[in-house]
């Protein structure tokens, strides 16, 4: 199999609508966590989210969707940053997604519901489909090669990038843009408010007094491309894939395995892919939602790989930052595994302080220098849907 090199990285979030911005923001333990501001929330237990930083919407077609912008704006800036500015037309397409266009067929909806009428908002419903950012990435970008959407729930922008690195491991195609994207929505913000898992103030990662998660929007995009191709055109390599692992708990439509089962047996498989043992494992971008169950399932999942060193490597969840992004959550995290890799640093675990004794995992508080040989993105998603990337520093 051939060995994936990431040459290129784009992002809009929460805290920054630039790689750079957005590393920065990560390393100072910023959050952008604030009331939703972009619809109503009356009603709802907890009107907390993350909204996106606002990004220049120059060149952008306006009958996009807000998802897709969002998309098309991160996948230029990865183009930019490879060094590429054009990928050339036999480029595959992956994207990782939850809800698509949702937040336009809502105010088409609630419009139609208002004041009775159709006719007007057909196109509003045009982009609604999960399958329309890859599509629309593709016909912008005049892309022809192999194309995947993913909708596995909040792993699926990781398994996005697991079908990059197949297809281009495999020499199914030699360059992919792959990564994903989301948008808030009142569904979904509804739907977790339901369900009693959101914060009332902020997430805190697998801190003692964690007491929920807040819903997310972004797009993040990688450029992936074989090796041997980014060492010809001499690109900066950011770091290399080494690995996946994709697994089912097959025991529940929302909850965890309490074990953790599935998501060791996936990252046990892309470590057992890369040939790695799990002591040259040096850092862990977990999942991480800040909910009670969910990060002690996931807890117990990586003390189980780890096992001693469990209280040594660092392990950190972004999601404090710029909450659970979804279907967008693995890509957004996928960009800080890399730059931890790049920076040979780890950043601050944002809202955590104080340490679960049941959790046994070394959070960090501070952003701290580190040599990372191999790091584990890892992602966790209702039905049991995990996924984990193993990511390593180019030799």
């Known amino acids: 199999m051939r060995q994936v090199a990431v040459t290129g990285m784009g992002i809009v979030c929460g805290i920054g609508s630039s790689v750079p911005a957005f590393w920065r923001a990560l390393c100072e333990g910023r959050s952008a966590v604030a009331d939703a501001t ?33 998309a098309f704006y991160a996948a230029r800036e990865a183009l930019a940053d490879s060094g590429l500015g054009k990928l050339p037309a036999d480029a595959g397409v992956s994207v990782g997604t939850g809800v698509g266009g949702l937040p336009e067929s809502e105010e088409a909806y609630f419009d139609i519901l208002d004041h009775g009428r159709l006719s007007g908002h057909l196109k509003k419903f045009l982009n609604h489909l999960p399958a329309t950012t890859a599509d629309n990435l593709s016909t912008l970008l005049g892309l022809r090669g192999p194309r995947a959407s993913v909708a596995n729930a909040c792993s699926s922008s990781t398994a996005s990038l697991g079908q990059a690195w197949l297809w281009i491991a495999s020499g199914e195609a030699d360059l992919v843009l792959a990564g994903g994207a989301d948008a808030l929505t009142r569904l979904t913000v509804g739907g977790f408010n339901t369900l009693r898992v959101v914060s009332q103030d902020r997430p805190r990662p697998f801190d003692r007094e964690r007491d929920g998660m807040v819903v997310g929007e972004g797009a993040a995009f990688l450029v992936m491309e074989s090796l041997e191709r980014a060492l010809s055109r001499r690109a900066r390599v950011l770091a290399v894939v080494e690995g996946y692992g994709l697994s089912s708990d097959a025991h529940h439509a929302t909850q965890p395995h309490p074990e953790g089962a599935g998501a060791l047996a996936c990252m046990r498989q892309c470590l057992s892919v890369a040939g790695v043992a799990p002591e040259e494992v040096d850092h862990v971008n977990a999942h991480g939602t800040a909910t009670i169950a969910n990060d002690a399932s ?23 930052a710029v909450g659970h992004c979804l279907g967008a959550a693995g890509a957004l995290e996928a960009v800080a595994t890399v730059l931890a890799i790049a920076n040979q640093e780890v950043p601050p675990c944002a809202g955590f302080r104080s340490a679960d004794s049941a959790a046994g995992l070394r959070v960090p508080a501070e952003r701290e220098r580190l040599e990372i040989r191999h790091a584990i993105s890892l992602n966790l998603a209702f039905g049991g849907n995990d996924a984990a990337l193993l990511f390593g520093r180019p030799a």
């Not at 009603?43 to 996106?52: F, N």
């Open 38 to 70: 972009r619809f109503g929330t009356g009603g709802i237990r907890s009107p907390r989210v993350v909204e996106a930083a606002p990004f220049p919407e120059d060149n952008i077609p306006a009958w996009l969707s807000r998802v897709d912008k969002m």
């Open 298 to 320: 996931e807890a117990r999942a990586i003390s189980a790989l780890l096992k001693e060193r469990a209280s040594i490597v660092p392990v950190v969840s972004i999601k404090g």
